[in-house]
């Protein structure tokens, strides 16, 4: 079953040409360099040394700052870390507080705002795509899905309907670097990095079938916005940074616990009326994704997780893996296919950042924000394709 992700590949980037808004303007030399791209980087991670060594030196960074973030809870909170029925908001989501204060950090001394402008111009180049969709690409990681449309404000109005929709994409596809480190606790390190590099290649290579670029037609945006700097003072930045990141913490806690109690409801209600629960039953609707995918007996397991991951989130569908016995294949492909924020309260989260800095754009947007959902969430099933390859 390690080859048939190829198949799952080709079925799922005909979906995405039949979903294209434009196919006479799709470049396709564009979309092979990612999909090359994304490949070797898959390669790179889960079988050489140095790709492993690398993604173990990235989880051990994040387990040091995790380590200080923990003085912190610590003080706070007690003897209570220690308390397993409290573990995981503790220990998992309460470090991305003191990590969202390392962004805010980064980018108050523009640190960020350098690597991400640098980095945006060799996609740009890469991939085709103008300065602000390539750099938006690794904006969305810096500053997540909703960061990148607040950083736009003062031009946002004047984008046409292709960018509103590729910007939305760039942050749907993709995870944020202020919750990167409890991905690390939850999965293997080498799973969390490939799916993190490899979907700044997936999006943008999505997005060039789906929204092709015209690029005889397009304005450039003046992209002076990158150098950009919080306002206030360091300390200022500190204490807005922190507040943002405990909200980011709260949002993901009372998610889990709406979407997890929602799902055991419906679980029951299910097996009373069907004698089988919810779960298996979004099993067996995604099984043949998860099939073509290259996960053959293990399809329905693996097609509970991303059916739950499009319906609840990423954290979700995380949790109930960890009840399932997989194997490093299946486990492979289900890892990276659940790393991004391809879920329906996206569309909520990306519309409620758009009207708030663009009335006039987030109804362009909604107008397809459930395509933008779709293509997002087929970028990170080719994602898991590619990555199941080659793990046997």
């Not at 913490?249 to 009326?273: E, P, R, W, Y």
């Not at 299946?330 to 758009?354: C, D, Q, R, Y």
Request: proline share 2%; hydrophobic share 55%; net charge neutral.
């Amino acid at each position: 079953m390690q080859f048939i992700g190829i198949i799952g590949v080709v079925i799922l980037i005909g979906i995405l040409f039949l979903l294209s808004d434009n196919r006479k303007n799709i470049r396709w030399k564009y979309p092979i360099i990612l999909l090359v791209l994304a490949a070797v980087c898959a390669f790179i991670f889960l079988n050489t040394q140095f790709g492993i060594a690398a993604a173990n030196g990235v989880a051990s960074f994040f387990n040091y700052l995790t380590t200080a973030a923990m003085s912190g809870v610590e003080f706070v909170f007690g003897n209570l870390t220690n308390k397993g029925q409290i573990t995981f908001i503790l220990n998992t989501l309460m470090p991305i507080l003191f990590i969202s204060v390392l962004v805010g950090l980064l980018l108050k001394f523009g640190i960020l705002q350098f690597i991400s402008k640098w980095l945006g111009k060799a996609l740009g180049i890469i991939s085709g795509e103008d300065e602000l969709i390539s750099f938006n690409s690794i904006n969305a990681f810096m500053l997540s899905q909703s960061g990148v449309f607040v950083s736009a404000k003062e031009f946002i109005d004047n984008l046409n309907p292709r960018q509103i929709y590729a910007m939305a994409i760039c942050g749907v596809s993709t995870i944020s670097s202020t919750i990167i480190g409890a991905y690390l606790q939850m999965l293997e390190p080498r799973y969390v990095v490939t799916a993190t590099v490899m979907n700044i290649f997936m999006g943008l290579f999505v997005i060039n079938i789906v929204f092709p670029r015209d690029v005889n037609n397009e304005a450039e945006v003046d992209m002076s916005f990158i150098d950009n700097k919080p306002a206030g003072n360091v300390l200022q930045v500190i204490g807005d940074y922190a507040t943002t990141g405990f909200n980011t913490v709260i949002a993901i806690g009372i998610s889990l616990m709406a979407f997890l109690a929602l799902i055991q409801l419906l679980n029951m209600i299910c097996d009373g009326a069907f004698g089988i629960d919810f779960q298996h039953i979004l099993g067996y609707v995604f099984s043949p994704l998860a099939w073509i995918m290259g996960c053959g007996n293990e399809s329905l397991e693996v097609g509970n997780l991303i059916a739950t991951k499009l319906v609840s989130n990423e954290f979700v569908s995380i949790s109930s893996m960890a009840n399932m016995d997989l194997s490093n294949h299946a486990k492979a492909i289900a890892s990276v296919s659940m790393l991004s924020f391809a879920n329906l309260s996206s569309i909520g989260i990306v519309g409620g950042a758009i009207s708030g800095v663009s009335e006039k754009q987030s109804d362009v947007f909604y107008k397809k924000g459930f395509k933008v959902l779709l293509v997002a969430f087929i970028s990170s099933l080719i994602a898991g394709s590619i990555v199941g390859i080659f793990v046997a």
